[in-house]
Structures are given as C-alpha cells and as structure tokens.
C-alpha cells in the first residue's frame, strides 16, 4: 500500500502548456519534498515545503503544500521539454522519507 | 567527491547467486540510506546508517539482505541467494545529518535471470 498517492500516473502535454500534479495521502507528513528523476540517475531535490499551507516558487514551477500537512501539488506553468521526467512527491516523518510511485511528464516539442 | 558514488551501475546475475552492491557518500555526511525502486513503484526505505550504526532494519525485505557501513563512509547492500522478484534499481542517498535533504546516488541497476 502507497502511503503517498501520485496523480496522474502518466501526462503527456505540449510544450508551452500548463501542468499540475498531485501528491495525497492520509497521513500527516512534518515535511514534503519534490524530486525530479531523469533516465539512468536518483533523483534529484526540487523543494522541501514544511508549513501547512506553504507556496514556493522555482521560476516556473510553484508547489503547494496543503493546509493539514497532508497533500501537495506541482504545478509547471509553460511547460518546456527540460520539464520532462519522473516527478517524485516524498512525505517526511523522523529520518524516513515515504514516496509516492511518481507521475511521468513528457513534454512535447 | 561531488556526489554519491554507486557501483556497479549495472548487475546481471542468476537466481540463487549472492551479489553486493556498493555506495559512496558525500564526503562527511553522517547519515547513509538506501532505497528499492521498482518498475511502476516509488522508492522503497530499505535501511539507514548514523554513523556505522544501523538502528532500524525493519524495511530490509527478507533476512537475505543485509547491509554495513564501515569507517563512517562506504557502504555495501548485499543480497543472498538472489530471486527475481529482486530485480529492481538500488539507489543510495546520504545526507549531513539525520532528517536533513538527503542526495542521491545513480543507482545500480540489479537483473536476476
């Protein structure tokens, strides 16, 4: 059983376009990480969001963490082919880090 | 170095043979973790090290896997009497201290026949 529930499994947009992705669970996390994963290599840390209702932006990537500490979102506005990978949520409790099975974004040219 | 190392970055081998996978922190990280991620899964918390120490084993699948970590630095996964439902990418993160943003490795890419 995933702690972390990813949605949607697989997106596929055109370049230019907006995207969101989601990130639920049932558990309340002290903290929620975004991770980017390329073929071939680990993944790689976008953000680290801590406060309940925290918004942080990366230029074009904005990532939410919900109110209750539960749920959080990615959302990638003008989507660009650099944007395409496997988009991994990751829940924080003590040393241990719960991820979600990742959604899978191609961004077409 | 500048990253986590792993080695090898891939390994084929046959059912039933034993296999040993290798990490390589961040210069001075204290803590070490290791991680399965299989096809369609996410990342699976097999086992952390402060220090050499390994306080909670409790992700490690089945007692044919074990890990150590020597000297505060390198660590070795190794899998005994490999199955195939082991197949899958082994990756390694370290990070400065516990609960701090943990980096990681490559991965090494693990196929049982």
């Known amino acids: 059983t995933q702690l972390l529930e990813q949605s949607p499994q697989f997106l596929s947009i055109q370049e230019g376009e907006n995207l969101t992705v989601y990130c639920n669970s049932s558990s309340v996390f002290s903290s929620l990480q975004w991770y980017r994963q390329e073929p071939g290599e680990g993944p790689v840390l976008l953000v680290t969001?801590?406060?309940?209702?925290e918004v942080k932006k990366l230029k074009r990537l904005t990532f939410q963490f919900g109110d209750a500490r539960k749920d959080s979102s990615l959302h990638i506005t003008a989507a660009q082919p650099g944007d395409t990978g496997l988009y991994l949520c990751?829940?924080?409790?003590?040393?241990?880090?719960?991820f979600g099975a990742g959604t899978t974004v191609t961004v077409r040219a | 170095g500048a990253g986590v190392s792993q080695s090898p970055s891939n390994k084929v081998t046959e059912k039933g043979k034993d296999v040993e996978l290798r990490c390589d922190p961040i210069s001075g990280h204290t803590a070490l973790y290791w991680y399965r991620q299989s096809l369609g899964q996410g990342l699976e918390f097999l086992i952390y090290f402060q220090g050499n120490s390994a306080p909670d084993k409790s992700g490690l699948p089945s007692d044919r896997f074990s890990a150590e970590r020597t000297g505060g630095s390198v660590s070795t996964l190794t899998i005994q009497r490999t199955q195939q439902e082991d197949s899958a990418v082994y990756l390694c993160a370290s990070s400065f201290y516990l609960q701090e943003t943990q980096y990681f490795g490559p991965g090494t890419r693990l196929l049982v026949l």
């Open positions: 990751a829940g924080g409790r003590d040393y241990k880090l719960s």
């Open positions: 969001v801590v406060t309940g209702g």
